[in-house]
């Protein structure tokens, strides 16, 4: 998506530990008018797919999420950081190590918001070794519910996880692919 990669080639710095900074549009301050067009291409790309409802991770997710749904009128899940290892009975569950923050998380979702007849798209703003993507993909299918794709806002090509999540079949679409990321010779894209 050119206008993504635009706003990331003027805006993204290059962090230590192959991060990608995007505070100043999606992950600290948002600009709306530009998730309003990522929820709209998302939508573009999986109008076919009889999406039910839209899942994601806390919290860098649900901005974009949140805005996606508007455009398939459907429900967002988030799953929460649970920060207790007793899990109880009412809830769907999955480890996910944290790229940004190096620990681990339970992430949960309530039984009552994801069913066997839903259709699932996965929305999340990085996607990097796929940690993140297992674990939501774990939670559907412990809800017996579809998969129907993930749609991903930057995906860093490089480091794995979409080619990972690819081979198990799921459709990742992902609007920025990023080749490299170097602090002195910069950003480029697939
Ligand atoms: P993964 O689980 O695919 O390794 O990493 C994806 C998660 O880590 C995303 O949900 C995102 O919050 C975070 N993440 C991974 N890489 C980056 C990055 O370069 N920049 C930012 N801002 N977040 C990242």
């Not at 530990?17 to 600290?28: P, R, Y």
């Not at 309003?36 to 860098?60: D, N, P, Y």
């Not at 290892?85 to 480890?95: F, G, L, Q, R």
């Amino acid at each position: 998506m050119k206008l993504l990669e635009e706003r990331i080639l003027r805006d993204g710095e290059c962090r230590p530990g192959d991060v990608l900074k995007v505070d100043s549009f999606l992950n600290h301050q948002i600009d709306v008018n530009l998730l309003c067009e990522i929820g709209r291409e998302f939508e573009r790309l999986f109008h076919e797919a009889g999406v039910t409802k839209i899942l994601t991770v806390e919290a860098s997710g649900i901005g974009v999420a949140c805005i996606t749904a508007q455009f398939f009128g459907v429900p967002v899940v988030f799953a929460k950081k649970s920060k207790t290892s007793n899990i109880a009975n009412d809830v769907y569950s999955a480890k996910v190590d944290s790229y940004t923050h190096g620990v681990t998380n339970t992430v949960v979702v309530s039984k009552q918001y994801l069913h066997p007849e839903d259709r699932v798209l996965i929305v999340d703003d990085f996607l990097a070794k796929g940690q993140a993507l297992l674990g939501l993909s774990e939670i559907v299918r412990q809800a017996g519910a579809q998969i129907v794709g993930a749609g991903i806002v930057i995906e860093k090509a490089y480091q794995g996880g979409g080619d990972l999540l690819r081979e198990q079949g799921v459709r990742v679409e992902s609007l920025a692919r990023i080749a490299s990321l170097d602090p002195e010779k910069g950003i480029t894209f697939m």
